[in-house]
């Protein structure tokens, strides 16, 4: 009798032979194989692929900043500068919004010490505010000011510069700040050219607190700033600070809470503004569900505005994508939750697009 792969019972239904059913457990192992193979990638592209959020229509070849009607400017309330007082609009972080993982500990001397000039810088506030900028830019710069005098001088820098810097006063002995008498034949972005102005018309508008740009008169003094501005984000903080001014001279001129990159996805290193791709109410397609927003859309998860990063560095030259933009998620704010971009406040961002140009404004990233 020869046997086959089958045998046949006695009610004449054949049975699977072992050497069938070991190829049928196979089949349905391969099976399983790719289904977790298919759902690993999904994981891995879902999570922790490089999507870029850069908006669909970055690069143009004007300028939209020079060609979008702002609405008119919400004035800011002028404060004397001996009494300056905590202004609702200064973001306030709390201790655990800051990572100490990294912070040096200091021995009980030195922390005294630091506490006692925090301390005196804050009682210059008031008697000479442009002294205690650059005092509390050199406490900011140094990696060895503890969390909470950070805080503390976080708090202090933007009360100082809502006067040194958003308000329409000039004070005598402060360098980054300068009188201009308005001309015949003006405009806010004609001042802007010929002063070599490195920020947006709209600022001048701003810190003068002009109801609409064309709000000028011949004989008008507005101030304007005298240096370019750079921003530094550290990671590791959730801020986004603002200087004015290079190298050693360089003062924080603003300090700003900020969302970052899910799974530490924002890049570090030195980063400049891509040419041609600030914008206002840009359209935008989600690049993981191709959901696409038009302009002005209030569910535009990217906010009214970008400004595209590119690096300069070696390392990050070739990272695309990347930018600073607002959103509608406020509650983001303080976390990792973009896709590697630095989400801002929208009240922030508008300033910060006012004060970064291209191509002399830097953007530092540190962990």
Not at 74 to 85: K, R, S, W
Not at 152 to 157: C, D, L, Q, S
Not at 307 to 325: C, Q, S, T, V, W
Request: charge should be neutral.
């Amino acid at each position: 009798m020869v046997l086959t792969s089958q045998s046949i019972r006695s009610d004449g239904r054949r049975m699977m032979s072992s050497d069938g059913r070991r190829i049928r457990r196979r089949g349905w192992k391969l099976f399983a194989l790719l289904g977790l193979v298919i759902v690993f990638t999904w994981i891995g592209w879902r999570f922790f692929g490089t999507q870029s959020e850069i908006p669909a229509n970055e690069i143009r070849a004007v300028d939209p900043a020079d060609q979008v009607s702002m609405p008119p400017a919400h004035p800011l309330e002028e404060i004397p500068v001996a009494t300056i007082e905590a202004s609702n609009d200064v973001a306030v972080v709390t201790p655990q919004d800051i990572s100490t993982s990294s912070d040096p500990v200091n021995a009980p001397q030195e922390t005294a010490s630091m506490n006692d000039a925090l301390q005196a810088v804050m009682a210059q506030v008031d008697t000479d505010p442009v002294s205690a900028r650059s005092a509390l830019t050199r406490i900011l710069e140094d990696s060895a000011t503890p969390p909470e005098n950070r805080l503390r001088a976080y708090e202090a820098i933007n009360k100082v510069n809502a006067v040194l810097t958003f308000s329409d006063r000039v004070l005598p002995n402060d360098p980054c700040a300068q009188n201009y008498t308005v001309k015949e034949g003006d405009s806010l972005s004609s001042i802007r050219k010929s002063l070599n102005l490195d920020c947006e018309w709209r600022f001048i508008q701003r810190i003068n607190r002009l109801p609409t740009e064309r709000s000028i008169r011949v004989g008008q003094v507005l101030k304007t700033p005298t240096s370019v501005f750079h921003a530094e984000v550290r990671k590791g903080e959730f801020r986004l600070n603002i200087f004015e001014g290079d190298g050693s001279k360089r003062v924080m001129v603003a300090s700003y809470p900020i969302s970052l990159g899910e799974f530490n996805s924002t890049p570090t290193g030195s980063f400049a503004i891509r040419p041609r791709s600030k914008l206002i109410d840009p359209e935008w397609r989600n690049p993981r569900t191709g959901q696409h927003f038009e302009s002005n859309d209030p569910a535009n998860p990217i906010g009214e505005r970008w400004m595209g990063l590119k690096g300069i560095e070696p390392h990050n030259k070739d990272f695309a994508g990347y930018g600073i933009h607002g959103t509608i998620d406020t509650t983001s704010i303080g976390k990792q939750a973009s896709m590697g971009c630095i989400r801002m406040m929208p009240q922030d961002v508008e300033v910060v697009y006012e004060l970064l140009t291209e191509p002399n404004s830097i953007v530092t990233i540190s962990p």
